[in-house]
C-alpha cells in the first residue's frame, strides 16, 4: 500500500511558478512509477508528466512540455512538479499517483495509488 499527499497549490498569476509535492509512505518508494494528473471542473482527468523509479526516463504531456519538469528524491519519499510560465488553462486540482515497476504510463487507469489532489488557479 501506498498513501499519497499533495502539496503546494495556491493562486498565482499568469506567468508565474509554483512547485507541487506529493509524500509517499512505504518503504518502497523507490520502485513505483510516479505521475502527476489535473482535472478541470467539467473536464476529465488529464495526464500532466511521469517519472521512473530511477529518474532516468520522464515524459510530459505536449501541453506543459518545457513549462513543467518532474522530478523525485528517494530519500525523501517525495515526487515534485515544478510549474514555469503557468497560464490561465492550468487551473486545476492536481493529482498524484503511483504505479509499481518502471515503466512510464501516461493513462490514469494504470496508475493504482492516487492522493486526494491540490488546487492550482491562475489568475490572468
Known amino acids: 500500500q501506498v498513501q499519497l499527499v499533495e502539496s503546494g497549490g495556491g493562486l498565482v498569476q499568469a506567468g508565474g511558478s509554483l512547485r507541487l509535492s506529493c509524500a509517499a509512505s512505504?518503504?518502497?518508494?523507490?520502485?513505483?512509477?510516479m505521475a502527476w494528473f489535473r482535472q478541470a471542473p467539467g473536464k476529465e482527468r488529464e495526464f500532466v508528466a511521469t517519472i521512473n523509479w530511477s529518474a532516468s526516463n520522464t515524459y510530459y504531456a505536449d501541453s506543459v512540455r518545457g513549462r513543467f519538469t518532474i522530478s523525485r528524491d528517494n530519500a525523501k519519499n517525495t515526487v515534485y512538479l515544478q510549474m514555469n510560465t503557468l497560464k490561465s488553462e492550468d487551473s486545476a486540482v492536481y493529482y498524484c499517483?503511483?504505479?509499481?515497476?518502471?515503466?512510464?504510463?501516461?493513462?490514469?487507469?494504470?496508475?493504482?495509488?492516487w492522493g486526494q489532489g491540490t488546487q492550482v488557479t491562475v489568475s490572468s
Open positions: 499517483a503511483a504505479t509499481r515497476g518502471d515503466r512510464l504510463y501516461s493513462a490514469y487507469a494504470m496508475y493504482d495509488y
Open positions: 512505504g518503504r518502497t518508494f523507490s520502485i513505483y512509477t
